[in-house]
């Protein structure tokens, strides 16, 4: 990374960091989502505890906590992992987004801090995530909508959960069906253009797989950006917690795939790379995402391909700040142009907070600052 990119990246942290402590004390305990008129709402209020994206809030506490030792992100982060606590404790819709909501809260709490509760709740959660695989099928069950033969693209980034629970207990059960379940991601839902899938349709009984479903993109054989964008990452982790070869080569065919549709929209994707032309919707949050991705792939590949992969992170960092940032302190919500899918358009191109999770994640990992969330 070069000098002035390194000066970019400090300054988009001295901002964030300015503007999520902001943040932190307008909310006053509540989780944010998508900031309505420019201001947080409490999404827990209006979507529910268990709701999927839960755990960011808390993942960007603790990553700014992990690089300035503030106990005001720490404070707020731990009083987010307590409310997620009350969804787990009632039980009403655990899913297969544990991972999302306490990766970012218990387990993040254990490895800052030590703290022998959340490691108790990581090793819950994991277990329960471990009690949706499906054994005929060898994978592991998305939502509880009466649908137990459905199996999304966004679990990858939800099974780094079972390999953290295996290397604390050297129990090798989650690592194992963390491993088959990637298998089955990878043979049904990464295609070999490297494009991805959201839903792939299993018969829950026989575990024989049935068909590819649209999902949050534009239909069953398109190209959702954030789907896309959750293989390239998810399959770079699923590497760096086995060494199997294999996940690397299915991170790198997605990326390759990603990076050539972006560069058609100067870096930033549309929400679905295959969708009619018209209309013309971005998602800045598969960019983020993807960019983390790729700074993990450069990690484990040769210094000839490295900077290729690097490169293009920066780039879609770097556009998406100039493009969507906003640093004003009066109003919430750092990246904007985010969406949440295809035919929602109540969501087109607003600011979700995952968008800012994985914004920021992306500045730190540039500075080598970052906490190791995955």
Same mark, same amino acid.
């Given at each position: 990374?070069?000098?002035?990119?390194?000066?970019?990246?400090?300054?988009?942290?001295?901002?964030?960091?300015?503007? $999520?402590?902001?943040?932190? #004390?307008?909310?006053?305990?509540?989780?944010?989502? $998508?900031?309505?008129?420019?201001?947080? #709402?409490?999404?827990?209020?209006?979507?529910?505890?268990?709701?999927?994206?839960?755990?960011?809030?808390?993942?960007?506490?603790?990553?700014?906590?992990?690089?300035?030792?503030?106990?005001?992100?720490?404070?707020?982060? $731990?009083?987010?992992?307590?409310?997620?606590?009350?969804?787990?404790? #009632?039980?009403?819709?655990?899913?297969?987004?544990?991972?999302?909501?306490?990766?970012?809260?218990?387990?993040?709490?254990?490895?800052?801090?030590?703290?022998?509760?959340?490691?108790?709740?990581?090793?819950?959660?994991?277990?329960?995530?471990?009690?949706?695989?499906?054994?005929?099928g060898n994978y592991i069950v998305a939502w509880n909508d009466q649908k137990p033969g459905w199996v999304i693209i966004d679990s990858m980034m939800n099974i780094p959960l079972l390999y953290w629970a295996s290397n604390e207990t050297k129990d090798p059960r989650f690592k194992k069906v963390a491993k088959r379940h990637a298998d089955t991601i990878a043979k049904h839902l990464v295609r070999e253009d490297g494009s991805v899938g959201h839903i792939a349709s299993f018969d829950s009984e026989s575990g024989d797989f049935i068909e590819q479903i649209g999902g949050q993109g534009y239909g069953p054989d398109s190209a959702w950006s954030r789907g896309n964008a959750w293989a390239i990452y998810g399959f770079a982790l699923s590497y760096h917690h086995t060494k199997n070869e294999y996940y690397l080569a299915i991170a790198k065919r997605v990326a390759n795939y990603f990076i050539g549709s972006i560069s058609e929209t100067d870096h930033v994707p549309l929400v679905d790379f295959r969708a009619p032309k018209e209309p013309v919707i971005y998602d800045t949050s598969a960019g983020v995402c993807a960019a983390c991705g790729l700074l993990e792939i450069a990690k484990w590949v040769p210094d000839t391909e490295k900077d290729y992969y690097e490169r293009t992170a920066i780039k879609i960092l770097k556009t998406i700040e100039n493009k969507y940032a906003n640093w004003s302190l009066d109003e919430d919500g750092i990246i904007g142009g985010g969406t949440e899918a295809y035919h929602r358009p109540a969501t087109y191109e607003v600011p979700l907070i995952y968008s800012d999770y994985f914004f920021i994640e992306g500045i730190l990992r540039l500075l080598d600052r970052d906490l190791f969330i995955w």
């Open positions: 990374m070069d000098t002035q990119t390194k000066q970019w990246a400090e300054e988009v942290l001295r901002l964030a960091t300015q503007k $999520i402590k902001r943040e932190t #004390s307008r909310l006053d305990g509540a989780t944010p989502y $998508i900031p309505y008129d420019g201001l947080y #709402s409490d999404v827990a209020k209006e979507r529910g505890l268990d709701w999927w994206t839960n755990g960011f809030w808390g993942g960007l506490l603790w990553q700014l906590f992990h690089t300035t030792k503030d106990n005001e992100f720490k404070e707020a982060a $731990i009083q987010q992992e307590r409310r997620l606590d009350e969804a787990l404790y #009632s039980f009403r819709d655990i899913h297969h987004d544990v991972g999302f909501m306490w990766l970012h809260t218990a387990v993040a709490h254990y490895r800052e801090c030590g703290d022998e509760q959340a490691y108790r709740t990581g090793l819950h959660v994991a277990t329960l995530l471990l009690g949706r695989f499906n054994v005929d």
